[in-house]
């Protein structure tokens, strides 16, 4: 019987099952070969004000294309960061490099009023984490107001008060907050009212099934639009598409949309010419 069991327990390791751990292994080390490179690069999202039309920000997102391995996109080597311990080094070189392109515009003249940076639940587990923002503001010659923190809840917060510590240290340097992907996962309405944040971002899942003004989904994306509008916070809509989401959302007056009808993430230079396109006519040129 213990035989038998034994050989069933062999069997979990198939072969595809081995292979998929040395993909992961590999992954891993070409990852941190990338980061070491600078291989990684952001791009940049824009963020439309509902009722002006105007810019409001824009948010960064990580993007890797290996030599060998191709486009991997960040759904898969964000987790894979998280689990091999580079997710540090990861979220240190996003702030870093999106400070640093923040000033490059302002030197430009090109105005971008504010750039979102991602960073994981597990950053917040750091005590240093708002010395090391402030470190790398100071660096970069960055003003505190125009960055913005996106926290994404991909893992549990697992301890609350220093959270909420670390969260309002982050305030205190002038930063924003922004509480990412709300209405799933981990990011529940009682963490949403007790951490200080600045802006709540209605998750992209919500937008299916958001074209008519009735229904469980509208019911849903208006609540969390008054539960945030009540709680003082910016509501950012994220992967808006379509013409008919967009006016649904101008109606319940959401603060700021960003979706692929709009742009999609942009490197730098397309981004700076997208904004001189958008400031040249009013509302917002619309790519569906
Ligand atoms: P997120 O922070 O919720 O970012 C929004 C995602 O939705 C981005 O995917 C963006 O490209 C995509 N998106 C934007 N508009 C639309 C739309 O209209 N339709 C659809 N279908 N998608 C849209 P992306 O770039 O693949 O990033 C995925 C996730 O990876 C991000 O979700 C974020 O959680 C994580 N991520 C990306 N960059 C970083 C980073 O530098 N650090 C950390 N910690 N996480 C990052
Ligand atoms: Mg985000
Ligand atoms: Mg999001
Ligand atoms: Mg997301």
Same mark, same amino acid.
Not at 40 to 66: C, F, N
Not at 118 to 139: G, K, V
Not at 145 to 167: A, C, G, K, W, Y
Not at 172 to 191: E, I, R, Y
């Given at each position: 019987?213990?035989?038998?069991?034994?050989?069933?327990?062999?069997?979990?390791?198939?072969?595809?099952?081995?292979?998929?751990?040395?993909?992961?292994?590999?992954?891993?080390?070409?990852?941190?070969?990338?980061?070491?490179?600078?291989?990684?690069?952001?791009?940049?999202?824009?963020?439309?004000?509902?009722?002006?039309?105007?810019?409001?920000?824009?948010?960064?997102?990580?993007?890797?294309?290996?030599?060998?391995?191709?486009?991997?996109?960040?759904?898969?080597?964000?987790?894979?960061?998280?689990?091999?311990?580079?997710?540090?080094?990861?979220?240190?070189?996003?702030?870093?490099?999106?400070?640093?392109?923040?000033?490059?515009?302002?030197?430009?003249?090109?105005?971008?009023?504010?750039?979102?940076?991602?960073?994981?639940?597990?950053?917040?587990?750091?005590?240093?984490?708002?010395?090391? &923002?402030?470190?790398?503001?100071?660096?970069?010659?960055? %003003? /505190? @107001?125009? $960055?913005?923190?996106?926290?994404?809840? *991909?893992?549990?917060?697992?301890?609350?008060?220093?959270?909420?510590?670390?969260?309002?240290?982050?305030?205190?340097?002038?930063?924003?907050?922004?509480?990412?992907?709300?209405?799933?996962?981990?990011?529940?309405?009682?963490?949403?009212?007790?951490?200080?944040?600045?802006?709540?971002?209605?998750?992209?899942?919500?937008?299916?099934?958001?074209?008519?003004?009735?229904?469980?989904?509208?019911?849903?994306?208006?609540?969390?639009?008054?539960?945030?509008?009540?709680?003082?916070?910016?509501?950012?809509?994220?992967?808006?598409?379509?013409?008919?989401?967009?006016?649904?959302?101008?109606?319940?007056?959401?603060?700021? &949309?960003?979706?692929?009808?709009?742009?999609?993430?942009? %490197? /730098? @230079?397309? $981004?700076?010419?997208?904004?001189?396109? *958008?400031?040249?006519?009013?509302?917002?040129?619309?790519?569906?």
């Amino acid at each position: 019987q213990a035989k038998e069991a034994g050989r069933n327990c062999y069997r979990f390791f198939s072969p595809e099952m081995n292979r998929a751990a040395e993909d992961r292994i590999t992954l891993a080390a070409a990852l941190r070969r990338a980061i070491r490179e600078d291989r990684l690069s952001l791009v940049y999202q824009p963020q439309v004000m509902t009722d002006s039309g105007q810019l409001h920000g824009v948010e960064a997102l990580a993007r890797w294309i290996d030599p060998e391995l191709g486009f991997i996109s960040p759904g898969r080597f964000i987790p894979l960061a998280e689990e091999t311990g580079q997710i540090e080094v990861l979220g240190e070189w996003s702030l870093r490099t999106a400070c640093r392109q923040m000033t490059a515009w302002m030197a430009q003249g090109i105005d971008v009023p504010i750039v979102s940076v991602n960073l994981s639940a597990i950053h917040f587990r750091d005590r240093n984490l708002p010395a090391t &923002i402030a470190r790398i503001m100071d660096e970069a010659g960055m %003003p /505190p @107001e125009r $960055l913005t923190i996106e926290l994404t809840e *991909s893992t549990m917060i697992d301890n609350f008060e220093q959270t909420v510590e670390i969260v309002t240290a982050i305030r205190a340097l002038g930063c924003g907050v922004s509480m990412d992907d709300f209405g799933t996962g981990f990011s529940s309405l009682s963490n949403l009212a007790s951490l200080p944040v600045s802006e709540v971002k209605i998750d992209q899942s919500f937008m299916k099934g958001f074209e008519e003004p009735s229904g469980k989904v509208y019911s849903v994306v208006r609540a969390i639009m008054h539960i945030g509008q009540s709680l003082g916070m910016t509501v950012v809509a994220e992967g808006v598409e379509t013409q008919a989401q967009y006016q649904l959302l101008r109606a319940m007056q959401c603060d700021v &949309i960003q979706g692929y009808l709009f742009s999609r993430p942009l %490197p /730098p @230079e397309e $981004l700076a010419q997208w904004c001189a396109a *958008s400031m040249s006519q009013s509302p917002p040129p619309v790519h569906a």
